[in-house]
């Protein structure tokens, strides 16, 4: 990615990866599951492109308070927080920023590549199809988040060490289904639920519909890792379940205790251990890492995977609450919000346009 602001040299930030995935083809063309058939008319339906749907014209101050509050801040409340001028802590703000959208960027494009790997390895053809649109959807997502971070933002942080080691266990992995559950259920969870949260708090306009869109996406990805997986772990014997469970439990950690953005800490020239230390233990950042988890937990469960194993973790996490969350009522509400974003767009889009009118004549 070129930038103006990058946090490091592009070239320093190069990843490959070798793999190894088996490729299966299916010459079974008569439709088998109604389920993934309706997923995939859906995918079809609701695809929608990026330049046309969000209005890039509006205006972003990334150091602004008005789409993250000091008090969303990582290290507000903190002794180092207090001791910042307001133009620290807009420099700051910038910085969390681009990093929290810089993350989302490059989980998109590791959800991309997931994606792609999915149409090579899932047995059936219907999973094939659906899968192909979440190739697209993907795609899309990196677009925007490309867009927002370079344009909008014009800061951009390289992948954290956290999440480059988790889409590496996840995608050399040799099991096929180990890519649908580390990605759609437990990454794209967790993403669904920040971009709830960022959907949810902010009110500029801009961040709101990025927001917005992308889950009406997401949610319909992780509504297919559920119906594939929950087929599949059904047939699993006791000692596969446990292996997943375990991939489950170490993911979840890894999310929850090293996803900390002591990159920004570190770039700013921050004292690093006061930093993580309050973001470690401060009440709000606690019940943020917490509220991440719930759309997980309730998938974990859907398809099969919450043994004891899994239940102690997710109740030494204090998330184990989330299990009773209906997830096609709450993506259902996605869906509702993003159709009401949309429509408020279209109403401001036009009392623009008739404001501009009036002022002509």
């Not at 869109?213 to 772990?233: K, N, P, T």
């Not at 997710?314 to 993506?331: K, R």
């Amino acid at each position: 990615m070129s930038t103006r602001r990058y946090a490091l040299p592009v070239e320093q930030t190069k990843w490959s990866l070798s793999t190894s995935a088996t490729v299966v083809f299916d010459w079974d063309y008569d439709p088998s599951q109604d389920r993934l058939l309706g997923l995939y008319e859906r995918g079809k339906a609701k695809q929608w492109d990026a330049n046309e749907r969000i209005d890039w014209s509006i205006p972003f101050d990334p150091t602004s308070p008005e789409h993250e509050p000091d008090h969303f801040l990582p290290l507000f409340g903190s002794p180092v927080f207090e001791k910042m001028t307001k133009a620290e802590r807009n420099e700051y703000r910038h910085h969390v920023t681009a990093f929290n959208n810089s993350m989302f960027l490059h989980g998109e494009q590791g959800a991309l590549i997931c994606a792609a790997r999915v149409v090579e390895t899932v047995p059936e053809l219907d999973a094939k199809f659906y899968a192909a649109t979440q190739v697209v959807d993907e795609a899309r997502h990196v677009e925007v988040f490309s867009r927002l971070v370079r344009e909008k933002i014009d800061l951009a942080y390289p992948i954290s060490a956290p999440m480059k080691e988790l889409l590496t266990a996840v995608l050399a992995d040799p099991r096929a289904d180990i890519v649908q559950l580390g990605m759609q259920v437990l990454i794209e969870g967790l993403a669904l639920a920040a971009f709830a949260l960022g959907r949810d708090s902010t009110t500029h306009p801009l961040f709101r519909a990025i927001n917005a869109y992308v889950m009406q996406d997401e949610a319909r990805h992780v509504a297919f890792g559920r119906i594939g997986l929950r087929d599949l772990y059904r047939e699993l014997t006791a000692r596969e379940i446990a292996e997943r469970e375990e991939f489950v439990v170490d993911a979840c950690h890894l999310m929850r205790d090293r996803l900390m953005g002591e990159e920004v800490f570190e770039r700013l020239g921050l004292p690093v251990r006061d930093c993580l230390e309050h973001v470690e233990h401060s009440p709000f950042m606690r019940g943020f890492r917490t509220q991440l988890f719930s759309r997980i937990v309730p998938a974990v469960q859907d398809i099969g995977l919450c043994g004891p194993k899994v239940r102690r973790a997710f109740e030494d996490m204090g998330v184990i609450q989330f299990e009773a969350v209906d997830l096609d009522q709450t993506h259902a509400r996605d869906d509702r919000v993003a159709e009401q974003v949309e429509a408020a767009d279209a109403a401001r889009v036009a009392q623009v346009a008739q404001t501009i009118e009036a002022g002509e004549q």
